[in-house]
């Protein structure tokens, strides 16, 4: 017996129907992705405060606890209004011809973003926020290059352009549909963006600023290794936004993501443990949780791409290269990066972003690569974004510097440095025990 | 009269005071001190970067005593606060002019 031509045709019909109506009509708001990309922008904001600036505030002496706590909540301030005035429209605005390098003004204010603007299919409103989240949390990283010695104003200052001229051009050129995008840079959460950028940015500041008085001769400890610990363990929870957030969608994709993420920290923890036990005896504390942001900072990058294993191959890495690198620059070059900025998020970063080329590969567990790209060819894509990005944000940090020197000077008077930057710069001591 | 000062460790502090309250002393003053002898320091290090700490944590005792107490007094303490060890600490013995107990205006040995 034969079913009627009539009768299936409808049913064919009725079954394609949702397929045309999706390619004719814009994208409905999602909303399971629209709530885990709140709840992200969340964490990621509590990343930087309280825990970034808690991780910083403990890692100075007591005399500059505040001045590092405000620089954090005055860049997390800055950085807001700057990016909703027009930071957010230049990094992922549409720049027309020239939207290769830059987005252009359209979005500046927020223009045309309404309650029920949708990118992708969340909210613009959310996207702008969970970007914001980022910008913030960027040249927050950098305080750590040169905490203990520079001028407030000249943070403020040197955050700002640097925000504009690096931040918001790196972002637009891998995120925002600009250059290195094209040339197929995989960077699913920031190893360029942010990790290699803020830390060569830090790396600059540190040697043109110079090393702190007393530098490396004089003991500067961290004053309160607990407040580190809980500034640390806020970021490890904080990062699950950053890297499972960057899906932009509560998926498998973000569901993988955690799972990475969460192994990079554990294996980056325990081989900084390890090394250092070996090294020098005795596993510290600053240590498993130095070894974490180092495990985080180099997954973030391969965090979308990369299977469980590919993860543990990235948290080791990590764990081995940063402890290294933090040894080698502080032991041998006495290079005064006060809060190890460079060799923890610069180096991860571009460890990170250029495994991501060879895990992401789906014979080693990873999500695979677009078209028939081999691992060599996109390694050494991956290796061009860190090394414009790396270039870049130098150069930018170097003029930038150079200039505001001129202007108000970089950094506090000798006199000012020995009595700490919390009363010579705010009035205020962080405890009155 | 007499005024002994002891340096001890830390951790010897209750077996000292559990020592002298049994000899009948009636009362003793207790200071956090840091300080350095032939024990030296030890040394500190955070991701890679080496700090000695020269003065280590010891406490110090100033006990005042009538001078026919003296010597069981050292006794008292060097056998409480000894660990054999290097670092236990020295005490030092001073001659006392004078004792007030600001409360009555005693003076003297009855005022210890």
Known sequence: ?433 | MKLVTAVIKPSKLDDVRHALSGLGVQGMTVTEVKGFGRQKGHTELYRGAEYVVDFLPKTRIEVAVDSDMVERVIEAITQSAKTGKIGDGKIFVYDLEQVVRIRTGETGPGAL
């Open chain 1, 1 to 433: 017996m034969t079913v009627p031509k009539t009768m299936v045709l409808p049913a064919v019909l009725l079954l394609m129907a949702p397929a045309l109506a999706s390619a004719a009509e814009p994208p409905a708001l999602n909303q399971a992705n629209t709530a885990w990309m709140l709840i992200s922008s969340i964490l990621v904001l509590f990343m930087t405060i309280p825990g970034l600036a808690l991780f910083y505030g403990g890692l100075v002496r007591t005399k500059n606890v505040l001045s590092v706590l405000m620089q954090c909540f005055a860049i997390t301030c800055m950085v807001s209004i700057v990016w909703v005035l027009f930071a957010y429209s230049l990094a992922f605005g549409d720049g027309g011809a020239n939207n290769a390098w830059l987005g252009g003004l359209s979005k500046a204010l927020l223009a045309g973003i309404g309650v029920n603007t949708l990118k992708g299919d969340i909210p613009e409103t959310v996207f702008a926020m969970f970007q914001m989240t980022f910008a913030i949390i960027t040249p927050a990283l950098v305080v750590g290059g040169f905490a203990e010695r520079m001028k407030f104003s000249a943070m403020m200052l040197f955050s700002l352009f640097w925000l504009l001229l690096a931040y918001v051009p790196v972002c637009h050129w891998v995120w925002g549909d600009g250059w290195l995008q094209k040339l197929g840079v995989m960077d699913f959460a920031g190893g360029t963006v942010v990790h290699v950028n803020a830390g060569v940015a830090a790396l600059v500041a540190a040697l043109m600023l110079g090393r702190r008085k007393g530098f490396p001769d004089t003991a500067m400890p961290p004053h309160n290794l607990t407040m580190t610990v809980i500034g640390a363990c806020m970021l490890w929870v904080g990062w699950f936004g950053f890297n499972a957030g960057s899906a932009l969608a509560a998926n498998g994709t973000a569901g993988m993501t955690m799972m990475v993420t969460h192994i990079g920290a554990a294996a980056g923890s325990l081989t900084w443990m390890f090394c250092e036990w070996v090294r020098f005896g005795k596993p510290s504390v600053l240590g498993i949780v130095t070894g974490m942001v180092a495990g985080l900072g180099t997954i973030t990058p391969a965090s979308g791409f990369v299977g469980p294993l590919g993860a543990l191959a990235i948290g080791v890495t990590a764990g081995l290269a940063c402890f290294f690198a933090t040894n080698y620059m502080k032991r041998k070059l006495h290079v005064d990066d006060s809060l190890d900025v460079f060799p923890v998020h610069g180096v991860g970063g571009i460890i990170g972003t250029t495994l991501t080329g060879v895990f992401a590969a789906t014979t080693l567990g990873g999500a695979g690569f677009t078209g028939d790209i081999t691992i060599g060819k996109q390694v050494m894509t991956q290796i061009t974004g860190v090394l414009v990005t790396g270039i870049w944000s130098g150069i930018v940090s170097f003029v930038l510097l150079k200039a505001i020197d001129a202007i108000v000077g970089l950094r506090v008077t000798t006199e000012q440095e020995t009595e700490g930057l919390d009363t010579v710069l705010h009035n205020e001591t962080g405890y009155n025990l």
